[in-house]
């Protein structure tokens, strides 16, 4: 088993950054591929980055790219999500979720690839 907790989110003004980690119990992170998903009120859960398991490639959504990063810490089990230049669209509750035993050299916001999620942050950006 593999237990997810996010953490990190918040309010914060327009412009400003946040870091959500993704931090892992119960099992390692180390061979999981592990994606950032995020809900705002009223819509579908989107895709907005991901990370392989061997943190070789990463994948960002186009209206995250340029202002999110993506990374992992081994170590600590865990994975980063560095958003910059928050906006008031970016509002939403943001979910991690793993695919344990995953070597693919790519990663994917299919949902139904990941066999593990947290249960979210919240994140609140005003104008």
């Known amino acids: 088993q593999l237990q997810l907790v996010e953490s990190g989110g918040g309010l914060v003004q327009f412009g400003r950054s946040l870091r959500l980690s993704c931090t892992a119990s119960?099992?390692?992170?180390?061979?999981?591929?592990v994606g950032w998903f995020r809900q705002a009120p009223g819509k579908e859960r989107e895709g907005v980055s991901c990370?392989?398991?061997?943190?070789?490639?990463?994948n960002y959504a186009d209206s995250v790219k340029g202002r999110f990063t993506v990374s992992r810490d081994y170590a600590k089990n865990t994975v980063y999500l560095q958003m910059n230049s928050l906006k008031a669209e970016d509002t939403a509750v943001y979910f991690c979720?793993?695919?344990?035993?995953?070597?693919?050299?790519?990663?994917?916001?299919?949902?139904?690839?990941?066999?593990?999620w947290g249960e979210g942050t919240q994140v609140t950006v005003s104008s």
């Open positions: 119960a099992s390692t992170l180390d061979y999981a591929a």
């Open positions: 990370i392989t398991s061997g943190a070789s490639n990463t």
């Open positions: 979720a793993a695919k344990r035993y995953d070597f693919s050299s790519e990663c994917t916001f299919r949902e139904s690839t990941y066999d593990y």
